[in-house]
């Protein structure tokens, strides 16, 4: 049987992956951000799962006007690095893991949720760098990854409960998965942030970090908030928070299971538009 | 029955829904073409000419040429979109979202590291921040512009 053991929170700002692939990580501007995931590495490194299921949101590269899922789960063999117009990010590529993947899918497509099944996908910044956060620069990632793909491009997006419920289903298809793979679930995007208009550059670390606070005790409650007070206090992009409910509803305690732990917190302003934020929880 | 649109009252703030996706469409399909090297290398050497392949408004036409992104967010365009024109011209996310404000380079990337743009008095249409439509543009440009208008 397989099991979630423990779910990772982080922003995916692409200015981190070019500072990083441009070896600008130790400039006084980037080196606290990057001091925020010293403990992430060694964790990860300790406790390299067999499998990651990484919630991230496309950002108009694999996904244009054309076709706009909701919610798509990748189930191909692998995944390229996507060109999002500034060349591909010089990081490896992504493999799957196309048996668990179209296993959760059957599984949470019967739980009342009508996923997308995508067999072909670039992958952007999104699912590149919070790898990069958490594994450095290997010549190839730690384990097969399953990309999961939230719109949050074009209003409406899901809402922030619909997505914890979605995390719940997945929790319960992938314990129902005969092999005793360890499975870690990723949810990334936000923090607060804005990048259009004349409000563009809008931060609130209040709003942010009772959101880091809320999301540890009482995530269900959290989940229930509304798309327009992502909008007002978090900044239009704000509301890619969603994508960590996902995440947050595929731990032990949705279902009356024991709270998860705590291992780790960071939160920084700015990176570029950006405030980052990042949580890893373990179950119990 | 009209839709729920909760965000109108936002300042200095446009959704990208679904009716800003239907006006859009040709205008971010265009700017979606940018992701091929041959494509950026077309637009580069006759822009006017290679927009008039696209079913784009003169309007959005227009904006792109000016690279005035208000103005092509206004027309339907979204930024993760208009994110490949900037590609083309080689600015990074930061030089557009800023170009948004009237800020320079500098002062936008100063308002970042001390902490970003405040909430206060930018939730709602009509209260007094930064964001609001009777303080732009920002930065010393608009600061000079307002003082010259108020005198």
New interface residues.
Partial sequence: MAKITASVYTSHV??IG?ALDLGKTHEP?WQPVFKGYEYSKQWMKDNTPDVIFLVFND???AF???MIPTFAIGCAAEYKPA????GPRPVPRVIGHPELAAHIAQSVIQSDFDLTIVNKMDVDHGLTVPLSLMCGQPQAWPCPVIPFAVNV????VPSGLRCYNLGRAIAHAVKSFDAPLKVQIWGTGGM?H????????????E?DNAFLDRLVTEPKALAATP??DY???AG??GIELVMWFVARGAMADAEGGAAPTVKHRFYH??A??T?VGHLILENN | MSLDKPYLDVPGTTIFDADQSRKGYWLNQFCMSLMKAENRARFKAGERAYLDEWAMTEEQKLAVLARDLNRCIAAGGNIYFLAKIGATDGKSFQQMAGSMTGMTEEEYRNMMIAGGRSVEGNRVVGEHGDAQADRQPQGAVGRAANLKAGA
Avoid: K, M
């Avoid at chain 1, 060109?83 to 500034?86: A, K, M, Q, R, V």
């Avoid at chain 1, 491009?153 to 409406?156: A, D, K, R």
């Avoid at chain 1, 804005?194 to 670390?205: E, F, H, T, Y």
């Fill in positions: 692409p200015a070019a501007y950002h108009a590269t244009s006007l054309e060109d999002e117009g500034w491009v074009q209003y409406p607060s804005q990048l259009q208009g004349p409000r563009a550059g809008l931060i609130n670390r709003f798309h327009i909008v007002r206090e239009s992009e302003v700015p570029s538009n405030a």
